[in-house]
């Protein structure tokens, strides 16, 4: 595992390289709300005998990333359009949905932006003077409905994620901004894509799951998750199994994301 992560550490840094450096830090705006830190026991423990996770402030993009917003990015940094990518940063599919390599069709605009890398979309949040949300911030600020900033032991409200989940995925993906903002004042986290974190490569259930070819199949290792906490939290676990079958140049037609960055400490 560690092998694992010092290798995709050094392709990101890699690819990084190709983005502009010295990018201020994203500012306090309606589109990426401050989140407020807190504890909470996660459903992935940091370690064997550590359930909470203590999360500190960071900034959320109110919704996913759209072709729209991702089209802007490609016209000035074109080392990451599908016609010039490099083949070790993303797949065949990357992007293929779109109608030409700066065109992703004027249906698609609003619609989040999916069949991009880990790669790309790191590169495009770094170009933002941010980052991918870690797991852990995602889960934190998932966890909340429209009332509560943890709802999870909230029947009604993980029967109602649950129903989100298991309507089928086939179809045209929604414009953004679609569902109710929760109590973070963040948009749709569930029922609309699945999301890249900057610590994907970190959560690997399974050791064969990364073999397999498609990665629009979902490959949930019981096995692995029965090693997890909460495991009444099936949705959750259900994103971790996705995001642990992806290799970082993977891409997938329901798999985005958004934004992240730190709070300066006194902002």
Not at 89 to 107: I, K, N, T, V
Not at 245 to 267: E, L, P
Request: charged residues 20%; positive net charge; proline residues 6%.
């Amino acid at each position: 595992m560690k092998k694992l992560m010092r290798h995709r550490r050094y392709l990101a840094a890699l690819a990084l390289m190709l983005v502009s450096l010295g990018h201020a830090e994203s500012p306090d705006t309606p589109a990426a709300p401050a989140i407020p830190g807190g504890s909470f026991e996660s459903v992935l423990p940091p370690a064997p005998s550590v359930k909470n996770v203590r999360i500190q402030p960071f900034r959320l993009d109110r919704t996913p990333v759209t072709n729209e917003q991702f089209a802007t990015f490609l016209r000035t940094h074109p080392q990451w359009r599908r016609d010039r990518v490099a083949k070790v940063f993303a797949d065949e599919q990357y992007l293929s949905h779109w109608q030409a390599p700066l065109d992703p069709g004027q249906e698609n605009l609003r619609r989040p932006v999916v069949h991009v890398s880990w790669f790309a979309a790191t590169a495009y949040c770094e170009a933002q003077g941010a980052r991918l949300p870690r797991w852990h911030e995602w889960e934190y600020v998932a966890a909340a409905s429209d009332r509560q900033r943890d709802a999870r032991n909230d029947p009604a409200w993980r029967q109602q994620i649950l129903s989100w989940y298991s309507r089928s995925g086939r179809g045209p993906l929604p414009a953004v901004g679609g569902t109710t903002a929760n109590a973070f004042g963040i948009q749709d986290l569930h029922g609309v894509i699945w999301e890249w974190v900057e610590d994907a490569g970190g959560m690997l259930v399974s050791s064969d799951n990364r073999e397999q070819s498609s990665a629009d199949v979902m490959r949930f290792c019981g096995e692995g998750a029965l090693t997890m906490e909460q495991k009444e939290n099936y949705a959750t676990l259900m994103r971790i199994a996705m995001l642990s079958s992806m290799k970082a140049r993977y891409t997938s037609a329901t798999m985005g994301f958004r934004c992240a960055s730190d709070v300066r400490t006194g902002s």
